[in-house]
Protein backbone atom coordinates (compact mmCIF):
# COMPACT_ATOMS: atom_id res chain seq x y z
CA UNK A 1 0.00 0.00 0.00
CA UNK A 2 1.35 3.50 -0.64
CA UNK A 3 2.55 5.47 2.22
CA UNK A 4 1.00 2.79 4.24
CA UNK A 5 1.08 3.80 8.08
CA UNK A 6 1.55 0.65 9.11
CA UNK A 7 4.50 -1.34 7.29
CA UNK A 8 6.46 2.14 6.38
CA UNK A 9 6.41 2.65 10.03
CA UNK A 10 9.18 -0.04 10.58
CA UNK A 11 11.14 1.58 7.70
CA UNK A 12 10.87 5.38 9.25
CA UNK A 13 12.11 3.20 12.83
CA UNK A 14 15.16 1.96 11.24
CA UNK A 15 16.13 5.12 9.56
CA UNK A 16 16.23 6.93 12.79
CA UNK A 17 18.06 4.26 14.40
CA UNK A 18 20.28 3.92 11.91
CA UNK A 19 21.17 7.30 11.34
CA UNK A 20 22.09 7.71 15.71
CA UNK A 21 24.49 4.48 14.38
CA UNK A 22 26.30 6.35 11.70
CA UNK A 23 27.02 9.80 13.93
CA UNK A 24 28.44 7.76 16.69
CA UNK A 25 25.67 8.09 18.97
CA UNK A 26 23.59 5.06 19.66
CA UNK A 27 23.41 3.63 22.91
CA UNK A 28 20.78 0.36 24.33
CA UNK A 29 19.25 2.92 25.60
CA UNK A 30 18.53 4.91 22.25
CA UNK A 31 17.86 1.83 20.20
CA UNK A 32 15.11 1.08 23.07
CA UNK A 33 13.49 4.55 23.10
CA UNK A 34 13.58 5.12 19.54
CA UNK A 35 12.01 2.07 18.90
CA UNK A 36 9.51 2.73 21.91
CA UNK A 37 8.86 6.17 20.77
CA UNK A 38 8.51 5.52 16.65
CA UNK A 39 7.20 1.68 16.49
CA UNK A 40 4.80 -0.09 17.71
CA UNK A 41 3.97 -2.51 21.11
CA UNK A 42 5.78 -5.32 19.29
CA UNK A 43 8.43 -3.28 17.89
CA UNK A 44 10.12 -3.59 21.17
CA UNK A 45 10.68 -6.94 20.96
CA UNK A 46 11.38 -7.56 16.80
CA UNK A 47 13.04 -4.60 16.38
CA UNK A 48 16.35 -4.83 18.98
CA UNK A 49 16.56 -8.48 18.71
CA UNK A 50 16.65 -8.63 15.05
CA UNK A 51 19.58 -5.98 14.97
CA UNK A 52 21.25 -8.13 18.05
CA UNK A 53 21.31 -11.16 16.89
CA UNK A 54 22.62 -10.07 12.99
CA UNK A 55 19.70 -11.14 11.65
CA UNK A 56 19.12 -8.10 10.12
CA UNK A 57 23.36 -7.28 9.79
CA UNK A 58 22.67 -3.22 9.84
CA UNK A 59 24.89 -2.18 13.18
CA UNK A 60 27.34 -4.49 15.75
CA UNK A 61 27.75 -5.49 18.81
CA UNK A 62 29.32 -1.99 19.55
CA UNK A 63 26.00 -0.54 17.99
CA UNK A 64 28.41 0.76 14.97
CA UNK A 65 26.88 0.17 11.49
CA UNK A 66 28.96 -0.33 7.94
CA UNK A 67 27.31 2.35 6.61
CA UNK A 68 28.74 5.77 5.83
CA UNK A 69 25.85 8.01 4.95
CA UNK A 70 23.00 9.08 6.85
CA UNK A 71 19.93 6.34 4.83
CA UNK A 72 17.17 8.45 3.45
CA UNK A 73 13.68 6.80 2.55
CA UNK A 74 13.52 7.31 -1.15
CA UNK A 75 10.58 7.22 -3.24
CA UNK A 76 9.44 5.05 -5.66
CA UNK A 77 8.25 5.59 -9.13
CA UNK A 78 5.21 4.49 -8.00
CA UNK A 79 4.81 6.97 -5.11
CA UNK A 80 6.12 9.76 -6.97
CA UNK A 81 3.90 9.31 -9.79
CA UNK A 82 1.08 9.07 -7.46
CA UNK A 83 2.44 12.49 -5.75
CA UNK A 84 2.46 14.04 -9.22
CA UNK A 85 -1.43 12.80 -9.63
CA UNK A 86 -2.14 14.50 -6.79
CA UNK A 87 -0.57 17.60 -7.25
CA UNK A 88 -2.83 18.44 -10.24
CA UNK A 89 -5.24 18.91 -7.98
CA UNK A 90 -5.80 22.70 -7.88
CA UNK A 91 -6.42 22.66 -3.92
CA UNK A 92 -2.34 21.39 -3.33
CA UNK A 93 -0.86 24.44 -4.42
CA UNK A 94 -3.34 26.48 -2.12
CA UNK A 95 -1.19 25.44 0.32
CA UNK A 96 2.06 26.18 -1.28
CA UNK A 97 3.15 22.86 -3.11
CA UNK A 98 4.86 22.47 -5.93
CA UNK A 99 6.00 19.68 -8.31
CA UNK A 100 9.43 20.72 -8.33
CA UNK A 101 11.80 17.48 -8.35
CA UNK A 102 8.62 15.80 -10.35
CA UNK A 103 8.99 17.42 -13.77
CA UNK A 104 9.72 14.53 -15.46
CA UNK A 105 7.27 12.32 -13.44
CA UNK A 106 4.38 10.54 -15.47
CA UNK A 107 1.21 11.07 -12.71
CA UNK A 108 -0.10 8.02 -12.39
CA UNK A 109 -4.05 9.60 -13.17
CA UNK A 110 -4.98 12.44 -14.32
CA UNK A 111 -7.87 14.53 -13.10
CA UNK A 112 -10.51 13.99 -15.86
CA UNK A 113 -9.89 9.99 -14.75
CA UNK A 114 -11.65 10.69 -11.42
CA UNK A 115 -15.81 10.96 -11.34
CA UNK A 116 -17.40 12.71 -8.59
CA UNK A 117 -20.46 11.62 -7.19
CA UNK A 118 -22.95 13.47 -5.21
CA UNK A 119 -21.02 16.48 -4.68
CA UNK A 120 -22.87 19.85 -5.74
CA UNK A 121 -21.68 22.34 -8.79
CA UNK A 122 -19.82 25.42 -8.36
CA UNK A 123 -17.11 24.60 -5.96
CA UNK A 124 -14.70 27.25 -4.66
CA UNK A 125 -12.60 29.03 -7.02
CA UNK A 126 -9.17 27.43 -6.12
CA UNK A 127 -7.42 29.28 -8.87
CA UNK A 128 -8.50 32.66 -8.66
CA UNK A 129 -5.89 35.04 -7.93
CA UNK A 130 -7.20 36.92 -5.01
CA UNK A 131 -8.96 33.51 -3.38
CA UNK A 132 -5.46 32.06 -3.48
CA UNK A 133 -4.44 35.30 -1.78
CA UNK A 134 -6.95 34.95 1.15
CA UNK A 135 -6.20 31.10 1.38
CA UNK A 136 -2.51 31.72 1.98
CA UNK A 137 -2.99 34.69 4.64
CA UNK A 138 -5.68 32.08 6.65
CA UNK A 139 -2.65 29.56 6.64
CA UNK A 140 -0.47 32.01 7.98
CA UNK A 141 -2.44 33.25 10.71
CA UNK A 142 -2.69 29.79 11.67
CA UNK A 143 0.85 29.30 11.82
CA UNK A 144 1.31 32.42 13.90
CA UNK A 145 -1.23 31.99 16.00
CA UNK A 146 -2.65 35.72 14.84
CA UNK A 147 -5.81 37.21 14.42
CA UNK A 148 -7.55 38.31 11.46
CA UNK A 149 -9.49 40.75 9.70
CA UNK A 150 -12.14 39.53 7.47
CA UNK A 151 -14.60 41.21 4.75
CA UNK A 152 -17.07 38.87 3.65
CA UNK A 153 -20.36 39.01 1.76
CA UNK A 154 -23.10 36.94 3.35
CA UNK A 155 -24.75 34.65 0.25
CA UNK A 156 -28.37 35.37 1.84
CA UNK A 157 -28.73 39.03 2.05
CA UNK A 158 -25.60 40.00 0.28
CA UNK A 159 -24.79 42.53 2.67
CA UNK A 160 -20.51 43.41 3.32
CA UNK A 161 -19.67 42.61 7.23
CA UNK A 162 -16.15 43.09 8.75
CA UNK A 163 -14.91 40.83 11.44
CA UNK A 164 -12.00 41.17 13.39
CA UNK A 165 -11.49 37.12 14.89
CA UNK A 166 -9.51 34.05 16.20
CA UNK A 167 -9.12 31.62 13.26
CA UNK A 168 -10.22 28.35 15.26
CA UNK A 169 -9.99 25.78 12.14
CA UNK A 170 -10.08 25.18 8.28
CA UNK A 171 -12.52 22.88 6.98
CA UNK A 172 -13.17 21.12 3.72
CA UNK A 173 -16.30 19.70 2.65
CA UNK A 174 -16.53 16.89 -0.39
CA UNK A 175 -19.89 17.29 -0.71
CA UNK A 176 -20.12 20.93 -1.41
CA UNK A 177 -16.21 21.71 -3.02
CA UNK A 178 -15.97 24.25 -0.98
CA UNK A 179 -13.17 25.61 2.33
CA UNK A 180 -15.12 27.20 5.03
CA UNK A 181 -13.14 29.01 7.72
CA UNK A 182 -14.63 28.74 11.72
CA UNK A 183 -13.96 31.42 13.65
CA UNK A 184 -14.00 32.95 17.40
CA UNK A 185 -15.65 36.72 17.92
CA UNK A 186 -16.38 36.91 21.93
CA UNK A 187 -18.14 33.99 22.88
CA UNK A 188 -19.21 33.51 19.41
CA UNK A 189 -17.94 30.77 16.37
CA UNK A 190 -19.17 32.14 13.12
CA UNK A 191 -18.33 30.10 9.64
CA UNK A 192 -17.42 31.71 7.00
CA UNK A 193 -16.87 30.41 3.33
CA UNK A 194 -14.14 30.86 1.91
CA UNK A 195 -15.18 32.26 -1.29
CA UNK A 196 -17.83 34.58 -0.11
CA UNK A 197 -14.03 36.93 1.11
CA UNK A 198 -13.60 40.20 0.04
CA UNK A 199 -10.08 40.72 2.15
CA UNK A 200 -8.49 39.15 4.39
CA UNK A 201 -5.42 40.97 6.23
CA UNK A 202 -2.86 39.69 9.68
CA UNK A 203 -3.99 41.57 13.11
CA UNK A 204 -1.58 40.75 16.23
CA UNK A 205 -1.51 37.85 17.51
CA UNK A 206 -3.81 36.35 20.26
CA UNK A 207 -3.82 34.61 23.93
CA UNK A 208 -3.56 30.84 24.58
CA UNK A 209 -6.75 31.42 25.94
CA UNK A 210 -8.70 32.81 23.46
CA UNK A 211 -7.87 29.30 21.39
CA UNK A 212 -9.00 26.97 24.12
CA UNK A 213 -13.07 26.61 23.51
CA UNK A 214 -15.45 24.38 23.27
CA UNK A 215 -17.72 23.83 20.19
CA UNK A 216 -20.85 22.66 21.09
CA UNK A 217 -21.28 18.99 20.32
CA UNK A 218 -24.93 17.22 19.45
CA UNK A 219 -25.34 13.62 18.43
CA UNK A 220 -27.38 11.01 16.07
CA UNK A 221 -28.04 7.68 15.76
CA UNK A 222 -28.86 6.21 12.97
CA UNK A 223 -30.00 2.41 11.64
CA UNK A 224 -28.42 1.56 8.32
CA UNK A 225 -29.46 -1.45 5.84
CA UNK A 226 -26.70 -2.44 3.98
CA UNK A 227 -28.02 -2.40 0.59
CA UNK A 228 -26.24 -1.12 -2.79
CA UNK A 229 -23.03 -0.85 -0.61
CA UNK A 230 -24.63 1.44 2.09
CA UNK A 231 -22.03 0.83 4.96
CA UNK A 232 -19.01 1.68 2.63
CA UNK A 233 -20.65 5.21 1.46
CA UNK A 234 -21.89 6.44 4.73
CA UNK A 235 -18.40 5.41 6.48
CA UNK A 236 -16.70 7.54 3.42
CA UNK A 237 -19.45 10.19 3.30
CA UNK A 238 -18.94 11.05 7.25
CA UNK A 239 -14.98 10.06 7.34
CA UNK A 240 -14.62 13.09 8.86
CA UNK A 241 -16.68 12.86 11.82
CA UNK A 242 -16.17 10.67 14.94
CA UNK A 243 -18.75 7.86 14.93
CA UNK A 244 -19.22 4.44 16.59
CA UNK A 245 -20.54 1.76 14.45
CA UNK A 246 -22.62 -1.89 16.00
CA UNK A 247 -23.84 -4.32 13.66
CA UNK A 248 -26.84 -5.51 14.48
CA UNK A 249 -27.78 -8.45 12.83
CA UNK A 250 -26.88 -9.83 8.76
CA UNK A 251 -27.36 -6.41 7.44
CA UNK A 252 -27.98 -3.80 9.71
CA UNK A 253 -25.62 -1.36 11.73
CA UNK A 254 -26.67 1.11 14.42
CA UNK A 255 -24.05 3.83 13.93
CA UNK A 256 -23.64 7.17 16.37
CA UNK A 257 -22.43 10.64 14.61
CA UNK A 258 -20.95 13.32 16.78
CA UNK A 259 -20.90 16.55 15.05
CA UNK A 260 -20.74 20.62 15.49
CA UNK A 261 -24.03 21.85 15.93
CA UNK A 262 -23.81 24.49 13.63
CA UNK A 263 -23.07 21.57 11.24
CA UNK A 264 -26.62 20.28 12.08
CA UNK A 265 -28.57 21.15 8.98
CA UNK A 266 -26.10 20.10 6.37
CA UNK A 267 -25.68 16.39 8.74
CA UNK A 268 -29.47 16.51 8.23
CA UNK A 269 -29.33 16.53 4.46
CA UNK A 270 -26.66 14.11 4.09
CA UNK A 271 -28.62 11.75 6.20
CA UNK A 272 -31.33 12.41 4.46
CA UNK A 273 -30.04 11.60 0.59
CA UNK A 274 -29.44 7.97 1.63
CA UNK A 275 -32.91 7.72 1.42
CA UNK A 276 -34.62 4.78 2.97
CA UNK A 277 -32.01 2.84 3.97
CA UNK A 278 -31.09 5.33 6.93
CA UNK A 279 -33.37 5.66 10.07
CA UNK A 280 -32.82 8.13 12.61
CA UNK A 281 -33.49 6.60 15.64
CA UNK A 282 -32.60 9.15 18.15
CA UNK A 283 -32.63 12.19 19.32
CA UNK A 284 -36.32 12.98 18.97
CA UNK A 285 -34.98 16.82 18.49
CA UNK A 286 -33.47 15.65 15.42
CA UNK A 287 -36.03 13.19 13.72
CA UNK A 288 -38.83 16.35 14.30
CA UNK A 289 -36.72 18.32 11.78
CA UNK A 290 -36.34 15.84 9.44
CA UNK A 291 -40.30 15.67 9.53
CA UNK A 292 -40.49 19.27 9.38
CA UNK A 293 -37.86 19.65 5.83
CA UNK A 294 -40.29 16.48 4.48
CA UNK A 295 -43.34 18.48 5.08
CA UNK A 296 -41.74 21.12 3.32
CA UNK A 297 -40.57 19.38 0.44
CA UNK A 298 -43.56 17.95 0.13
CA UNK A 299 -45.26 21.05 0.07
CA UNK A 300 -43.00 23.04 -2.45
Known amino acids: MLFSEIYGNYFRTMEKVLKEAV???????KLQEIVERQGFEESRLHIPKSLKTQTWPLIDETYNTPLHHKPEMALTILEK??????????????????????????????????????????GDPFEDASYIRHFSTI???????????????????????????????????????????????KKYVDTINLSTITACSLLEPY??????????????VLELTDERNALERIMLHFSHLQKETKRLDRSRYRIRLTYNQQDETEILIRIMSFGPMVKVVEP??????????LINQKQL
Not at 23 to 29: A, D, F, K, P, V
Not at 98 to 121: A, C, H, M, N, W
Not at 171 to 180: G, P, V
Not at 284 to 293: I, T
Request: charged share 40%; proline share 2%; glycine share 4%.
Open 207 to 220: DAEDENFEIEKKQV
Open 81 to 122: RWMKALLEDPKMKLFGLSGKGLEDVEPLFRRDTIVYFDQQRG
Open 284 to 293: ESFVQLMRER
Open 139 to 185: LQAFREKRKLRIEFLSTSKGILHRWDCVPHRLEYSLKDDKFRLMTRR
Open 23 to 29: QGTLTEQ
